[in-house]
């Protein structure tokens, strides 16, 4: 059974940069798409990011645009960093793997395995 762990979670001031990292174990994130998702109390899973299976494409809530990057440099690991960090950015962040054959990337119920999650907190 694939575990994900995630880290680099932090309280941070806004214009901040920080950088998530995920990484598998007991499985492989190789051939699955990867996404990055955030939560804030009373709030649906939102979706952050998402990176294909080949790494060649990556996708981005217009919210995060220009200020977010997703990147999987290993078969086992996805990585987001974060620059330019608003207030509206705090929440909890989740890494998912999604099967490619599974709904869109931006629907966390494609999504079949996420990890425990980190906190982010941007103060003005």
């Known amino acids: 059974q694939v575990q994900l762990v995630e880290s680099g979670g932090g309280s941070v001031q806004a214009g901040d940069s920080l950088r998530l990292s995920c990484s598998a174990s007991g499985g492989t994130l190789n051939n699955y798409v990867k996404g990055w998702f955030r939560q804030t109390p009373g709030k649906e899973r939102e979706f952050v990011a998402a990176?294909?299976?080949?790494?060649?494409?990556q996708y981005y809530a217009d919210s995060v645009k220009g200020r977010f990057t997703i990147s999987s440099d290993s078969a086992n690991a996805v990585d987001l960093q974060m620059d330019s960090l608003r207030p509206e950015d705090t929440g909890v962040y989740y890494c998912?793997?999604?099967?490619?054959?599974?709904?869109?990337?931006?629907?966390?119920?494609?999504?079949?395995?996420w990890g425990q999650g980190t906190q982010v907190t941007v103060s003005t």
């Open positions: 990176i294909s299976r080949s790494g060649y494409d």
């Open positions: 998912a793997r999604k099967p490619y054959y599974r709904g869109t990337y931006a629907d966390p119920g494609a999504y079949d395995h």
